[in-house]
């Protein structure tokens, strides 16, 4: 139920920055996903959430409360780990209820709450099963039973789906989520998994080596990103190099050869300046032919890929780089392989960024 609020958290391991100073506030029944390649810090920070390590600076507080000196097991929370953290010599039942008979229920309010739980999590005709007579997914839901029936209104999931066969994740990422909204539960979903976060989340966190780089709707951070490595991790992005030449705030206007000028949106990128164009490929539209149009460059296409709904296309433009432009297959119109053709980049989904200080384009959205 509660707001979980982190307040300049840094936490170092040796000489390893884990996190750096860490500004967060997730709301009241959110369901919030902290989403970032390996080695981030995504389970550093839920593990500082949830007590079981102490941040080096910073203060932690779920709802008004400030949590840094709380021990876990009075935070009123429920982690569920990848690796399924059940009692493996107890049955379902006996790990649901576990949780109410440590904290001093009688046997009769202990089995009250065993049934809610695991009515909840659908799995009341398997309570007398073991972890390993359950599937993966049983046992998520057993683990999430626990953490219902011990009081947790916090739910710290840390790629509780990771170990799931896909088609099982794509079904159980949306039972959890909807069990955490329909008992009022705030969560906290770990995940290095893009398409997982933006399926599921309320808001996500990207994080980066240690720090957070962008917070949005899954919505606004494929429409906005506010970083090249956003625009790389979240969704699919082409990006070309050149130098601005000019233009305003809203429109910059970018040269990515001599002559070349391509006009995007946003950013505040200084004249002159290396400058990393963004775009979605879907957002790119594709005319027959070598024309001289606004914000349209020349280019053949190279490789057309068939994904069903879509077509891809791979477009050499006139500078040599190579684009991707995604159009669905119903829309017809198709091109072909050897084709002349002029891409047009629509300015309000063309984005603007500084070139990387000290590291290559490559550099900076190759992952972690
Ligand atoms: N107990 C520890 N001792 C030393 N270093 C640690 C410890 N825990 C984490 N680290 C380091 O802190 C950094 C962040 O680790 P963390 O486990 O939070 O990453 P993560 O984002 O969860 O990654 P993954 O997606 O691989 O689980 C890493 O460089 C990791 O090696
Ligand atoms: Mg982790």
């Known amino acids: 139920m509660p707001e979980v609020r982190i ?14 100073n860490i500004n967060l506030t997730i709301r009241d029944q959110e369901y919030f996903s902290l989403l970032g390649p390996s080695g981030c810090g995504k389970t550093t920070l839920l593990r500082l959430v949830a007590g079981l390590i102490e ?14 000196d709380v021990p876990p097991e009075d935070r009123d929370i429920g982690f569920v780990f990848q690796t399924f953290a059940l009692f493996p010599h107890m049955t379902a039942w006996d790990n649901v209820t576990y949780g109410p008979k440590v ?6 309010e202990a089995t009250t709450i065993g049934h809610e739980v695991l009515e909840m999590v659908k799995l009341h005709e398997r309570l007398d099963a073991y972890p390993s007579e359950l599937s993966g997914g049983m046992m998520q839901r057993v683990a999430v039973a626990r953490a219902l029936a011990a009081g947790a209104k916090l739910l710290l999931l840390d ?13 159980i990422r949306y039972e959890i989520r909807k069990m955490a909204k329909d008992l009022n539960l705030t969560g906290i979903h770990v995940t290095h998994d893009q398409s997982e976060a933006m399926a599921i989340s309320d808001r996500i966190a990207v994080m980066r080596k240690g720090k957070i780089l962008q917070v949005g709707t899954p919505q606004e951070l494929y429409m906005k990103p506010e970083s090249i490595f956003v625009a790389h991790f979240i969704g699919e992005s082409n990006f070309l190099e050149g130098y601005v030449a000019g ?3 809203s429109k910059v206007v970018v ?5 070349l000028k391509i006009q995007a949106s946003n950013g505040a990128v200084e004249e002159g300046k290396q400058a990393v164009l963004s775009v979605r490929p879907e957002t790119l539209t594709l005319e027959r032919g070598s024309k001289k149009i606004q914000n349209g460059i020349q280019g053949t296409v190279e490789r057309i890929t068939f994904e069903g709904p879509n077509m891809r296309y791979e477009v050499r433009l006139e500078n040599d780089s190579l684009i991707v432009v995604v159009k669905s297959t119903m829309a017809g119109n198709w091109f072909n392989i050897g084709e002349a053709v002029t891409v047009v980049f629509p300015v309000e989904h063309t984005r603007v960024f500084p070139y990387p200080e000290n590291r290559s384009l490559k550099e900076e959205i190759s992952v972690g």
């Open 255 to 259: 040269e990515i050869r001599e002559g």
């Open 159 to 171: 790629e509780a789906l990771g170990q799931l066969d896909a088609k099982v994740r794509n079904e």
């Open 55 to 68: 941040p080096d600076s910073g203060e932690i507080y779920i709802g008004d409360r400030l949590v840094n």
């Open 7 to 20: 307040v300049n958290v840094s936490k170092k391991f040796g000489n390893i920055i884990a996190l750096d």
């Open 103 to 108: 904290k001093g229920f009688d046997m009769a």
């Open 247 to 249: 233009g305003s705030k």
